[in-house]
Every structure is written in structure tokens, then in C-alpha cells.
């Protein structure tokens, strides 16, 4: 599959524990954020978006904070399992609908 | 509803060639971006297509260009291939409004050899 980055972070749990994935931004004017998850071989697959307006947003078994003071993005998943062994994004655009700036990503390992 | 579908997924060009690639957005969709991933850059905005009209672009040089047709449908051409062009290039399409999350297809692997 595609290597997404020769060093990229990689956090390793265990099956049935919490992940946190965190993302640091750059851009203070930024006011929308998405998380993506891609799987070897595949395109990224939309996970969760939150708008600055907001500080907390959840789905199913993820949940997102932004913390705007430290321009700070946080993906909490829930129960990992091993099908969420992946490399996570987080992405951020300034209002420009489709112009987004991808972190670097995060590989998570889910060990049995 | 068919998510995004980008052809083909593997090329193999030499230097100096040109490619052409297609995109086809989810029914609906009206904007498309073209993104390019690479192991040392990740992944780097090249372009934006909304209702037949680049809305947005990113720093990417003349030899990379797109088009968008009246069906929303999406091609990228690069020209004057380079060993540094080899990526694998993303298509994502969305409504094209602040907000609306992109969604992307799995990519065409390009080689330049």
C-alpha cells in the first residue's frame, strides 16, 4: 500500500482501549477541521469535521475537541478496534471551501 | 449512493510524457479538488474545480492543470512528466460550500520512470 510518510508518529493500544490522536494547527484564522483515516491502498476517509464555533463534537464512538487557545485538535476513539488500525489526519481549511492543509498524520497500531 | 471513482488507479509514464487523469465526483457534488500525496511532502492541495471554473489553486507549477466538465466530472493533466512527480494523486468532491467535507476517491498511483 502507500507508505503516507517515511516517519510519521505511530501510538500503539490495545484492543478495547481509548486512542487520543492529537493534531497541532498553525493557522489562528482556520474555522473549520476535519479528521480523515486512511487505510493502506485507499483515499482518506472522512472521519468527523467541528467548526471553530464549537469545542467539542462527537459520532459514533469518536469524539473531537478543539482547544482554539493552543490551536489544538484532539480525536478521541472510543473501544479501538483492530479495523481502526489506519494513519489519521487532521485537516483544516479558513473558509475556503475545499482548499484544506493536512497535519502530517498519526499512525495507530491496535494491538490484540 | 457511488463515492468518488478516479481512473485509472496505477500509471506508469516515462520523463517527459504526459498524463491524464479522471475523476467522477458523488452524484450531486459540485466542486472537485485534486490533491497530490507523497511520502515526504504528504498531502499538498494542487487544485480546485466548482461548476466548470478553477475556484482555487495551490502552489504547484503551469505543467499541472485541470478541467471540470458540465456533469461535474474532473480531469488532471500533468505535462513534461519529472522523476519527482511520481505521488499518488487524490480526487475529493463535496458540495463546495464552507463546511462541507471533502470525500475522496482512492487515488491513481503515477510512476515516472
Known sequence: GESVGLHLPTLSVQEGDNSIINCAYSNSASDYFIWYKQESGKGPQFIIDIRSNMDKRQGQRVTVLLNKTVKHLSLQIAATQPGDSAVYFCAENTGTASKLTFGTGTRLQVTL | ?113
Open chain 2, 1 to 113: 449512493k457511488a463515492g468518488v471513482t478516479q481512473t485509472p488507479r496505477y500509471l506508469i509514464k516515462t520523463r517527459g510524457q504526459q498524463v491524464t487523469l479522471s475523476c467522477s465526483p458523488i452524484s450531486g457534488h459540485r466542486s472537485v479538488s485534486w490533491y497530490q500525496q507523497t511520502p515526504g511532502q504528504g498531502l499538498q492541495f494542487l487544485f480546485e474545480y466548482f461548476s466548470e471554473t478553477q475556484r482555487n489553486k495551490g502552489n504547484f507549477p503551469g505543467r499541472f492543470s485541470g478541467r471540470q466538465f458540465s456533469n461535474s466530472r474532473s480531469e488532471m493533466n500533468v505535462s513534461t512528466l519529472e522523476l519527482g512527480d511520481s505521488a499518488l494523486y487524490l480526487c475529493a468532491s463535496s458540495y463546495g460550500q464552507g463546511g462541507s467535507p471533502l470525500h475522496f476517491g482512492n487515488g491513481t498511483r503515477l510512476t515516472v520512470t
